[in-house]
């Protein structure tokens, strides 16, 4: 199955999903009230525009009810989340100019001969014995 | 141009010190001593030089095709280099550092706010972790995250003490002697302060973005701190080898997962490579943590010296541009017993001089004798 590629977002529209995540679905009035308590028609112009952003990179769908939007998020949020974290991590690690991660392994792109190459070496080497010589640790 | 003549002779030494650890590394097989000897080629980088080293002879060869020699022959070249060419070098690093720091600063931003989303791992994970770390006397143990995503688990520095994110996912799917090694692994990093070290990587990175062997003094370095990781945890937990082997293949099909239906992609060699020696010498048993002392301490110790030393070449001394187009040709000179050297004329006091002032030069100078370090080439 192949991994569906989220588009990138900003904190903000982040910040919006975060709300739909916790609400299931919710209208831009529900949205602009929870996000900025004190906004007036200027917030919900943001949020319209959030969701907007939103809608376009497919991760927010909408239905119109009656007379309002209703929006809902189309995107589990453990995929988002890891996904992004996934990105940016990669670009943070060891083969990026700029490290600043510290990873158990270095994920490069291994064959599926080489994993069993790999695989296979496991299996069959022994542990080999310390010999009389005790190393100290 | 005193910050370029300190620029090349960090890099310089840099690079004689980055040899010697690359010795040791692959050679002598000693990763302690490489990894102080690559993290001393960074320090050496950013260190400015306190004790100069003057160097005689090639100098001058190097001033006269910078253009720097004092030669009249150059002095068109000269007036051009010393003028112009320092500023749009310093322009063009500042702005590379700058770009790259920058684009840097941005990701760990990015990174630090989907950390936000993240959780703390689960009980028993935590107290693990606090048994394992109190074992390893780690004064400011981490903080515990679980993490949604396959990435590979992973220590970074925070604000007042680092943290270790582990990937919700594959908790699940280790057994106790995995899970133990594991959260080994990632201690051992942070009591040797390898999250620290890539503070530093990423300040040379940033600073030296126009230097290729910074990205591969990197990847050195940072193999030299996994085989020390390795070495500890198998020797904390020896009978634990075969598991701790296994753990990092798991780690990789969970983070890469090999699609159905396998596809030949492009190999990475190097990659693979360095994990089947891992895997190896995960497996070996005699391959335990070999401390020679003396060897170490003469090792660093001399690495030590390097660090506060610089290289001076001959940068010093404005040229003066010449006006006589006869004068510029080449003319061979005794110098005591020995072979005639090609020198490029001096400018003498008079030409040196401007119209009204009066002469400070040297006496050889005034009587234009050409002085030793003002040749440039030989015959």
């Known amino acids: 199955m192949k991994k569906r590629q ?17 609400r299931g679905e919710a209208t831009i009035r529900d949205l ?50 890891g996904g992004e974290l996934r990105r940016v991590a990669d670009r943070l690690g060891g083969n990026s100019m700029t490290p600043l991660l510290t990873c158990l392994v270095e994920i490069g792109e291994l064959t599926s001969q080489e994993r069993a190459h790999l695989r296979k070496l496991l299996d069959e080497k022994p542990v080999a014995k310390r010999g009389p010589q005790s190393p100290s640790s | 141009m005193p910050w370029l003549s300190c620029v090349v002779s960090n890099v310089l030494l840099a690079l004689l010190l980055a040899l010697a650890a690359w010795f040791v590394q692959w050679r002598i097989r000693r990763p302690a001593i490489a990894h102080v000897l690559w993290v001393l080629v960074l ?38 280099v010393y003028d112009t060419l320092p500023w749009v070098l310093l322009a063009t690093w500042s702005a590379g550092a700058a770009v790259t720091g920058w684009t840097a600063w941005r990701r760990w931003r990015r990174f630090r706010r989907l950390i936000a989303h993240t959780s703390p791992a689960p009980p028993e994970w935590q107290s693990l972790a606090a048994s394992l770390a109190s074992e390893l006397s780690i004064r400011c143990p981490p903080e515990i995250l679980a993490m949604p995503g396959r990435l590979s688990p992973l220590v970074v520095p925070g604000r007042y003490r680092p943290r270790m994110l582990l990937p919700m996912a594959l908790l699940g799917q280790l057994n106790a ?6 959260l080994l692994h990632e201690l051992v990093h942070i009591k040797r302060g390898d999250h620290l070290v890539r503070m530093l990587e990423l300040t040379v990175g940033v600073a030296y973005w126009w230097l290729p062997i910074v990205g591969s003094i990197g990847r050195q370095l940072r193999a030299c701190e996994e085989t020390c990781c390795d070495m500890a945890v198998v020797a904390h937990l020896p009978q634990s ?15 890469n997962p090999l699609p159905e239906q396998a596809v030949p992609q492009a190999t990475a060699m190097s990659a693979a490579k360095g994990l089947e020696q891992r895997l190896l010498a995960i497996l070996d048993a005699t391959q335990g943590t070999r401390h020679t002392w ?36 080449p003319a061979a000179v005794p110098i005591g017993p020995g072979p005639r050297l090609a020198v490029c004329p001096v400018a003498t006091s008079a030409e040196l001089e401007p119209a009204t002032g009066a002469t400070h030069l040297p006496s050889s100078d005034r009587e234009g004798e050409p002085r030793v370090k003002d040749f440039c080439c030989s015959s």
């Open chain 2, 43 to 80: 320090v050496k980088l950013v260190t400015p030089p306190l004790v100069n080293v003057p160097l005689h002879g090639s100098p001058g060869i190097m001033a006269c095709t910078l253009g720097t020699c004092g030669c009249r022959q150059h002095a068109p070249r000269q007036t051009l």
């Open chain 1, 32 to 81: 602009r009230d929870a996000i900025y308590p004190q906004g007036g028609s200027s917030k919900f112009a943001t949020v319209q525009k959030l969701l907007s952003r939103l809608v376009a990179k497919d991760l927010v769908h909408r239905r119109k009810d009656e007379a309002n939007w209703i929006f809902q998020a189309s995107v589990a949020r453990d995929d988002l989340i």
């Open chain 2, 294 to 329: 003396t060897a170490g301490v003469c090792t660093v110790g001399l690495a030590f010296a390097i660090l506060p030393c610089g290289l001076r070449y001959d940068f010093a001394g404005r040229p003066t541009p010449v006006t006589s187009s006869a004068e510029r040709e």
């Open chain 1, 6 to 22: 989220f588009a990138s977002i900003t904190a903000a529209e982040l910040r919006v999903l975060e709300e739909l995540w916790q």
């Open chain 2, 177 to 182: 002697s995995q899970s133990a090694a594991l």
């Open chain 2, 241 to 255: 080898r075969r598991d701790y082997a296994q753990l990092l293949l798991d780690v990789l099909d969970f983070v």
